[in-house]
């Protein structure tokens, strides 16, 4: 046996604090701590918690076509300081990410700027330049390293298109990811239709433009007998119709995102263009709803739907600025304030971040067992920061998180045993 090449002392895993040996990319084994190990590259923990590498299943890093709201290097190094070893890199780029080509080229500049990671997994297109109209040539997107299938952002209205794209992702062995919205009932909105959309003038979306489309999504899923990942969900009643669908055996998987279980429409109060998100910020009520099937595994996973834009682009009227927030950066610490108020465990987190999209997106799986992939993070949970322009490591500054002090600081990531993140102004 080879000796390791990393240890990272004193971590807190599972209430023990341990060292950490890490050889070739993998777990040798937790150390009672003080245990004298060889010489090798020694990284102090600080008593800081032990995670699984987070696994984002919904980004937008916005290259090639939008470097001015993002890049890929600037997106991996957001996710790099967030904690992630994974991210799922969505297609709505110029050009779509609907060819192998582009495909090749994110795939290449991941590697260029971030070689050890983390990770990014390019998500193609379902239908070609996201039109809706015909099916993308999915067997050259799997065969160029697409992970999942998506027109997130571009809804595919045409369920009898959508049924092909299903049946083909399957033979392909693709998850897709559907983005739920009925483009009628959404036309022209900004924001959730209810009380503060009608105080402000302001045209609303309804919670059945999501919904309607869940329902079409479950009854396919179930015809078919084939699985269908549900995008940022957002309401209550999709969260009844995926309960329903699960019991029923249908398969379905889902994600919402933290500013779904954290903020209602009153964000938007003052013409708050940051909080305008699509699908739109809801109620208290649904809020409630979400907040429970995360608990209970209703709703699978956790994204951040990271969606930057340039400042000038979100300072504009309610009507022009873009839809989207910026969320690698405060994925952690926004989760961790639902473990401060006792709505989520620790080990919710882990689950939510990391466990199940792993399974969803077959991707590596990390139980932090001697022999696994050294893919790990460490978390102060007693730091807290502000968040400020500079401080985030993404160009998208668009969060309502902005000035907010919160809780809880990724201090190290390590992704297959190399450390792409160590925060140094930790002595
Ligand atoms: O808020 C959003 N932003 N929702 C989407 O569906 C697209 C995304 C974006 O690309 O900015
Ligand atoms: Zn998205």
Redesign the pocket.
């Known amino acids: 046996m080879s000796g390791p090449d990393l240890i990272v002392n004193n971590a807190l895993w599972q209430g023990d604090m341990v060292d950490v040996w890490v050889d070739q990319g993998r777990i040798l084994r937790f150390a009672p701590v003080g245990e004298v190990g060889p010489v090798c590259r020694k990284i102090d923990g600080h008593g800081a918690l032990l995670l699984p590498g987070l696994v984002d299943g919904h980004v937008?890093l916005?290259e090639p076509g939008f470097e001015y709201k993002e890049d890929i290097a600037s997106g991996l190094a957001a996710a790099a300081g967030g904690g992630f070893r994974a991210v799922l890199a969505?297609a709505?780029t110029n050009p779509v990410n609907d060819s192998a080509a582009v495909t090749t080229f994110m795939l290449d500049q991941a590697f260029r700027s971030h070689p050890h990671g983390p990770l990014l997994h390019p998500v193609g297109a379902l239908t070609r330049n996201l039109e809706g109209q015909e099916l993308a040539p999915l067997a050259e997107l799997s065969e160029a390293g697409c992970k999942a299938l998506s027109n997130?952002?571009?809804p595919v209205s045409n369920p009898d298109l959508f049924r092909r794209a299903l049946e083909y992702a399957s033979d392909l062995g693709l998850p897709v990811i559907d983005?739920c919205?009925d483009p009628h009932l959404a036309t022209g909105a900004v924001m959730n239709e209810g009380r503060v959309s009608g105080l402000m003038g302001l045209k609303g979306q309804p919670v059945v433009a999501e919904s309607l489309h869940v329902a079409r999504d479950i009854l396919m899923a179930e015809y078919l007998n084939l699985p269908v990942h549900l995008?940022?969900i957002s309401c209550r009643q999709s969260v009844e119709l995926i309960a329903w669908a699960k019991q029923r055996g249908v398969r379905i998987t889902a994600e919402t995102c933290p500013h779904y279980l954290l903020w209602t429409e009153d964000m938007v109060e003052g013409y708050n263009t940051l909080a305008?998100?699509?699908?739109p910020l809801r109620t208290a009520d649904d809020v409630e709803a979400l907040r429970q099937a995360v608990r209970q595994g209703i709703i699978d996973i956790l994204v951040t739907?990271h969606?930057?834009?340039a400042d000038h682009e979100k300072e504009a009227p309610m009507d022009d600025a873009?839809?989207?927030?910026s969320g690698l950066d405060t994925a952690l610490s926004l989760s961790w304030t639902l473990v401060q108020r006792g709505i989520l465990v620790l080990d919710d987190l882990c689950r939510l971040w990391s466990r199940r999209p792993a399974e969803i997106f077959s991707l590596r799986k990390n139980s932090l067992a001697p022999g696994d992939p050294a893919d790990f993070l460490l978390f102060d949970p007693d730091a807290t920061w502000t968040v400020t322009p500079q401080i985030l490591r993404s160009k998208g500054k668009n969060t309502p998180c902005l000035g907010q002090t919160l809780p809880g600081r990724v201090r190290l990531n390590v992704v297959d045993g190399h450390t792409v993140f160590h925060d140094a102004t930790v002595p």
């Open positions: 937008h916005r969505m709505n997130d952002g571009m983005h919205e995008a940022h305008k998100v699509n699908p739907d969606a930057p834009h873009p839809n989207g927030i």
